[in-house]
T-cell receptor, first 115, second 117 residues
Framework: GAGVSQTPSNKVTEKGKYVELRCDPISGHTALYWYRQSLGQGPEFLIYFQGTGAADDSGLPNDRFFAVRPEGSVSTLKIQRTERGDSAVYLCASSLRDRVVNEQFFGPGTRLTVL | AQKITQTQPGMFVQEKEAVTLDCTYDTSDQSYGLFWYKQPSSGEMIFLIY??????QNATEGRYSLNFQKARKSANLVISASQLGDSAMYFC??????????????FGTGTRLTIIP
């Protein structure tokens, strides 16, 4: 079946602009996660959704970052007033949450470049 | 303190040899899970293997096995009979707390594995 998809694959924007990154999870997966991966680092947790609600947003760096999942499927990560430090690969993952392992399945990521 | 430490930034291994990628972790929780992911140059994270803190046996999945030493807080990944397609970044990650309700993964900085023909 189809895996996690993310659009766009690449996004170049100017400092101060607003961007939206989209994630389409695996069908039937109730949990959705956003991570950010800077160059040479491992992914860093941003936010986790269970259904439509954000169950844990402790990783969002500041109030310029916001994410929604209005129908419990597709999610959008929104970044206002982008800064050069926001440049990174934004990874989305989903999981079934019905097993002890509860492994997360990742998408290919969106590479965000802020000029 | 780092929650996940991977001390090998890069490794070169001859094809068909076994390789061990090191991972140590730090947590005060009794219940936790340890994961290994592979990230090829395409960028997608691929789940390899999982070890729960209460699992008595070391996890195995095909050519992958996890050498879990709880007292030392280490969870090393062993890849047997390495193949050229194993060349990638490898990340160790931890979920603190039980599976449900503690969802976020904390990742290490990764090890870049290169298999030499």
């Amino acid at each position: 079946g189809a895996g996690v998809s993310q659009t766009p694959s690449n996004k170049v924007t100017e400092k101060g602009k607003y961007v939206e990154l989209r994630c389409d999870p695996i069908s039937g997966h109730t949990a959705l996660y956003w991570y950010r991966q800077s160059l040479g680092q491992g992914p860093e947790f941003l936010i986790y959704f269970q259904g439509t609600g954000a169950a844990d947003d402790s990783g969002l760096p500041n109030d310029r970052f916001f994410a929604v999942r209005p129908e419990g499927s597709v999610s959008t990560l929104k970044i206002q007033r982008t800064e050069r430090g926001d440049s990174a690969v934004y990874l989305c993952a989903s999981s079934l949450r019905d097993r002890v392992v509860n492994e997360q399945f990742f998408g290919p990521g969106t590479r965000l470049t802020v000029l | 303190a780092q929650k996940i430490t991977q001390t090998q930034p890069g490794m070169f291994v001859q094809e068909k040899e076994a390789v061990t990628l090191d991972c140590t972790y730090d947590t005060s929780d009794q219940s936790y899970g340890l994961f290994w992911y592979k990230q090829p140059s395409s960028g997608e994270m691929i789940f390899l293997i999982y070890q729960g803190s209460y699992d008595e046996q070391n996890a195995t999945e095909g050519r992958y096995s996890l050498n879990f030493q709880k007292a030392r807080k280490s969870a090393n990944l062993v890849i047997s009979a390495s193949q050229l397609g194993d060349s990638a970044m490898y990340f160790c990650a931890m979920r603190e707390g039980p599976s449900f309700g503690n969802e976020k993964l904390t990742f290490g900085t990764g090890t870049r594995l290169t298999i030499i023909p």
